[in-house]
């Protein structure tokens, strides 16, 4: 079996966006390629069979993203785009190909089938040549009225509105039912009837985003609007059940700031809400498990037969539960859930293993329908347990392919970025690249890491400090279960804040050979004015700000501590990452450079902050190509 190599991911098959047919009978979803030629991502979108179990591509389409069934389990797709039309296209089962079925003089972001002769459509304006011309000509500046300014992968945020419609079939007209100019639609749902919108609104003050949302109750038949709860949750989505009440999940931030894990509630139209999951259900909602090798969006909440379906991440696994109409909760399918799709006896779903990325599987008969293995040889992970901090905390290690036991390896210290996300048993390209090219990769889940309740991801103002001691400790451990690392060729590295980490480790010890530091926060209060989230983010993550209490925020600044790194160091940062902006890796590598410490830095033009998980393919391979060809040079031992 060939090695696992830097260019295997323009092999990979991604599979997302998993849909179901009224019928139960078909399967639809995404296969997303790299593509070198082009530098880009392919999305085909793709029928599958349940009965016969096949799967065949229904468009030649690279670039389908927006798809449903309709009522009559037609297949409806956007086909295609131009400066005046959103062309949507209708696919039957048969084999032949799909047909234009309607189209819309907007560019059209969502769509679902009411199927009372209607679509509920979700749009915002065509640019008309006027429009276009003008801002053609001005594009050589911008003018910043609203804070947040710009949003990663996105770039500056646009007075662009979006705005609610309905589409009726029969005569192809549209009905606008709300604009969204000066708020955000962050969610929404419409109840059976399909005569009451919930609305979760984005509100400002003084063009400030605000960090709750109000929800909002708009009956279709009279055009009447109601704020039914206002400015009290961070909502995550929302559903209507059958007794027209809203099931919604949400936090209030009281315990936990930002990074609080939800809970889930129920309210009647009026705003009257109870909790409806137990508060001890402490868990992360969605799937936060890292990952480099999956691609779009995955399904985390969904509303069928008078249950509430979900997606939590919990010790080390994202896990699909069930709450019924008796609130009951109840574990549906362990292990690592990507996506999942309803029926009434069975559940569909993708799931990714240690040596398989996103495959299909269904919950009945526990089997694989769509398989998706790595064809490449695998380093072995194994697991442990070590004491950090007043916790018991998951350890895990990947061995080299070939390992002897009798042998010493150069080793790598890998730290997750958030804090709030997890590493786990899965596939992790970037991993095995390293364990077939003769590394010991460790890494761990240290205080601040999702899965294990709000107690333990809060680190709110201790950044540097526990999370640090975990690390430490963790690798400590490691080196005494596993003779095999080589503590005198040691690396450690790490994007966002595994960056942040990786800063702060290389200004706290020299026990490292070499580093690299990837779209790092090193100064916070420099991000709070600059990154997209930074105004809310650093003073809760740091229980600081500039203004009152600037020396506690910079003193869980690396940057303050930079002048201790003896560490060669190596930055990695994209010029047009907005959540940790590019200013942050060039304050550290600019105090290394003054040490006199090897360093060295590569920017990414025209990439963000999702280089290591959706950056074009020639950027990704030329991220890790740099990241192995720096700590070859220094854990690699020379030939004699």
């Keep these: 079996m060939e090695k696992t190599k830097i260019n295997d991911i323009l092999t990979y098959d991604f599979y997302s966006s998993l849909e179901i047919s009224n019928d139960e009978k078909y399967l639809a979803f995404l296969k997303t390629n790299a593509d070198l030629d082009e530098n880009k991502y392919n999305s085909y979108l793709y029928l599958f069979d349940i009965e016969n179990n096949e799967k065949y591509k229904v468009s030649d389409n690279k670039n389908i993203g927006i798809f449903i069934f309709d009522e009559n389990d037609n297949l409806i797709y956007k086909e295609k785009s131009d400066d005046k039309f959103d062309y949507f296209y209708k696919k039957d089962r048969s084999m032949g190909v799909g047909s234009l079925e309607f189209k819309i003089d907007k560019n059209v972001s969502y769509i679902k089938d009411l199927k009372n002769g209607y679509y509920l459509i979700k749009a915002s304006d065509k640019l008309k040549e006027d429009e276009k011309k003008k801002q053609k000509e001005n594009s050589f500046y911008k003018e910043v009225t609203k804070l947040p300014f710009w949003f990663n992968g996105t770039g500056y945020i646009d007075n662009q509105k979006q705005s609610l419609y309905l589409f009726k079939k029969e005569d192809k007209s549209l009905q606008k039912i709300r604009d969204f100019e000066n708020e955000s639609l962050n969610a929404f749902a419409i109840n059976k009837n399909a005569n009451k919108l919930a609305l ?10 605000r960090l709750k949302d109000d929800l909002v109750i708009l009956d279709l038949e009279n055009k009447e609007e109601k704020i039914i709860i206002e400015n009290e949750f961070a909502y ?43 508060d001890d259900f402490d868990k992360s909602f969605g799937n936060s498990i890292g990952s480099d090798a999956r691609y779009e969006a995955y399904r985390t909440f969904f509303y069928k037969n008078n249950k509430f379906y979900f997606v939590v991440t919990e010790k080390e ?6 709450l019924d109409e008796n609130e009951n909760i109840k574990l549906e399918i362990s292990g690592c859930v ?21 495959h299909l599987k269904e919950k009945k008969n526990n089997k694989i329908l769509l398989d998706n293995k790595i064809n490449s040889s695998l380093g072995k992970i194994e697991e442990f347990f070590y004491e950090s901090n007043g916790d018991k905390i998951r350890g895990y290690v990947l061995l080299p392919v070939d390992f002897d036991k009798n042998k010493k390896y150069p080793t790598i210290l890998s730290i997750h970025g958030g804090p709030k996300t997890e590493f786990s048993n899965i596939f992790h390209h970037e991993h095995q690249v390293f364990a077939n090219d003769g590394y010991i990769i460790i890494y761990t889940n240290p205080h601040g890491s999702s899965g294990n309740g709000v107690k333990y991801s809060d680190i709110r103002g201790k950044y540097g400090t526990i999370d640090y001691e975990d690390l430490m400790h963790f690798t400590d451990f490691a080196i005494k279960k596993y003779p095999q690392i080589d503590e005198n060729n040691m ?8 960056g942040f980490m990786t800063n702060w480790i290389v200004s706290h010890t020299n026990r490292f050979k070499a580093a690299n530091s990837q779209r790092s926060i090193s100064n916070w209060t420099s991000f709070y004015g600059v990154s997209d989230i930074g105004y809310y983010f650093a003073p809760d ?23 201790n790194v003896k560490t060669p160091t190596m930055f990695i940062h994209s010029d047009e990452d907005y959540r940790c902006p590019l200013e942050q890796g060039l304050q550290m590598y600019t105090r290394i450079k003054e040490n006199g410490v090897d360093t060295k830095m590569y920017i990414f033009h025209g990439e963000n902050h999702e280089l290591s998980r959706s950056g074009k393919p020639k950027a990704r391979i030329k991220r890790l190509e740099k990241i192995k060809e720096w700590f070859d040079g220094y854990l690699k031992w020379k030939e004699k």
Aim: no cysteine.
């Design 338 to 358: 990507e996506d999942f799709a309803i029926a009434n006896d069975n559940i569909y779903y993708f799931a990714m293993t240690k040596d398989r990325i996103s």
């Design 491 to 498: 690396g450690v590295y790490g994007g966002s804040y595994g």
């Design 200 to 209: 979760v609104l984005g509100k400002n003050d003084n063009k400030v985003s």
């Design 541 to 563: 993550q740091t229980g600081a700000n500039p203004w009152d209490n600037l020396e506690k925020m910079w003193e869980q600044s690396p940057i303050k501590h930079a002048k």
């Design 317 to 322: 696994e994202s896990k699909l539960y069930s």
């Design 236 to 278: 995550y989505d929302l559903f209507f059940n059958d007794k027209d009440e809203i099931i919604f999940v949400a936090s209030d931030m009281k315990k936990g700031g930002i990074n609080e894990d939800a809970f889930i509630y129920k309210s009647n139209l009026t705003g009257e809400y109870k909790k409806i999951s137990p």
